[in-house]
Nanobody, 126 residues
């Protein structure tokens, strides 16, 4: 069974860093685009970043550009989201997701993803 499991969330002060992990089980990540998404209370789920199957293409939401970096280690079947210079507005539940139908970065959006992890909570507060 295809599963994604996020980890690495927690409470961090503004300006701090966290490194989220998205581990896959039941399938090999090598051929899948992986997206990171987040949802704050009362807000819609939004895209944060996306990484192609090879890792050669990445994109980011404007709100996180220059602060967040996504990477992958296909040998470990894991994708990462390094978050630096965190702000209170980054607080949310962070999800990783993939699509079993679309394998290119342009389809890396809430609309096309059909496999989701359960999320990990990130709280940025002093």
């Amino acid at each position: 069974q295809l599963q994604l499991v996020e980890s690495g969330g927690g409470l961090v002060q503004p300006g701090g860093s966290l490194n989220l992990s998205c581990a896959a089980s039941g399938f090999t990540l090598d051929y899948y685009v992986i997206g990171w998404f987040r949802q704050a209370p009362g807000k819609e789920r939004e895209g944060v970043s996306c990484i192609s199957s090879s890792g050669g293409i990445t994109n980011y939401a404007d709100s996180v550009k220059g602060r967040f970096t996504t990477s992958r280690d296909n040998g470990k079947n894991t994708v990462y989201l390094q978050m630096n210079s965190l702000k209170p507005e980054d607080s949310a539940v962070y999800y990783c997701a993939t699509s079993t139908f679309y394998s290119s970065v342009p389809y890396c959006s809430v609309t096309y993803m059909n496999r989701w992890g359960k999320g990990t909570l990130v709280t940025v507060s002093s």
